[in-house]
């Protein structure tokens, strides 16, 4: 049973109940196991019984070990959300200094962090979503809701944390389409479209893509181990991007059609190129690259785009 997971425990269990019942049942309905007789119902059920505690324990034991993992995992996101939080902090300080050259005046700053804030300077930049610090402080938004925001054409990431039933610090690939579901039925966006296999062709013409870091986690057992180690982004492929703040339309004409991508830390969105470039600095230890192994495909709508609630 150790190698069962809780749910299939709980699976075999009812299972097992539901043939404990039926056993029972039948035995009464003959009158009772009979003195000086084996029978064989009585028996099978005597040992169901036994087998029954067996699960009882082990499903116990289980459940302790989802909730020390769940503990683990908030942990973790806490942790990560803390550190992204304090790079987008300095990040965007240094974006609002245009002459300013390292994060911190008595440290120099990683030279992929300064080619990203100059590319932005360059290209004035402007930043998607307002209140990323605030959210991040607030109730821990990070790189899933803030994409999200981005590619519902907010302006904001308040909006989208009554779409996220709860946030845990982290979103799976589920808890990214059940918020977009909602979105959907609020009328924020057209439709959305999970594509399961995006090796060949990875980057929506608009929506987002969850980004996987490479390491010695994808070859551990676990898959929860990866899992740990992914990155939402918002993804842009045209020759010009539309946002709306609920009350008019905004264009950004873009030098030939392009994949761009929005990422939380700097909260801008950049060229696939600047990011492919800058993206080691977000990697955590033992990252050797990175690869999109998801991609949600949204279609805003025809008419104003991004209203918020």
């Known amino acids: 049973m150790a190698g069962f997971t809780l749910g299939e425990l709980k699976r075999r269990r009812e299972r097992l109940v539901e043939r404990l019942n039926y056993l029972r049942k039948r035995v009464d309905e003959e009158g ?166 995006p090796a060949s062709d990875p980057w929506p013409q608009f929506g987002l893509v969850r980004v996987q870091w490479l390491g010695p986690w994808m070859d551990l057992a676990d898959p929860r181990a990866a899992y740990r180690n992914t990155h939402w982004i918002g993804v842009c492929r045209s020759t010009r991007m539309r946002f709306s703040d609920g009350t008019a339309e905004q264009t950004t004409r873009l030098p030939g059609e392009q994949v761009m991508v929005y990422d939380a830390t700097p909260n801008r969105w950049v060229p696939l190129w600047a990011w492919e470039q800058w993206c080691p600095t977000l990697w955590p230890k033992r990252a050797t690259g990175w690869a999109p192994v998801t991609r949600i495909d949204v279609t805003l709508r025809t008419g104003p785009k991004g209203q918020e609630p």
């Not at 992204?84 to 962090?113: C, F, G, I, W």
């Not at 930049?125 to 519902?152: F, H, K, Q, Y």
Request: charged content about 20%.
């Open 32 to 197: 009772g196991p009979i003195p000086g007789r084996h029978c064989y119902k009585s028996a099978e059920a005597s040992a169901l019984q036994t087998a029954l505690v067996l699960f009882d324990e082990e499903i116990e034991r289980a459940e302790e070990r989802h909730r020390i993992w769940l503990a683990d995992q908030a942990q973790f996101a806490a942790e990560a959300a803390r550190v992204n939080t304090a790079k987008a902090r300095a990040v965007q300080h240094a974006m609002a200094q245009p002459y300013q050259t390292s994060l911190l005046p008595a440290e120099p700053m990683d030279p992929r962090d300064a080619a990203l804030i100059s590319w932005c300077q360059k290209n004035v930049r402007e930043p998607v979503l307002t209140d990323t610090i605030e959210a991040a402080d607030a109730w821990g938004a990070n790189c899933g809701p803030m994409s999200l925001a981005a590619a519902l054409g907010l302006k904001h990431v308040e909006p989208t944390r009554a779409i996220i039933h709860p946030f845990r610090g982290f979103m799976s690939p589920t808890d990214m389409l059940d918020a977009l579901a909602l979105a959907a039925k609020a009328g924020w966006i057209e439709s959305f479209r999970n594509i399961r296999s």
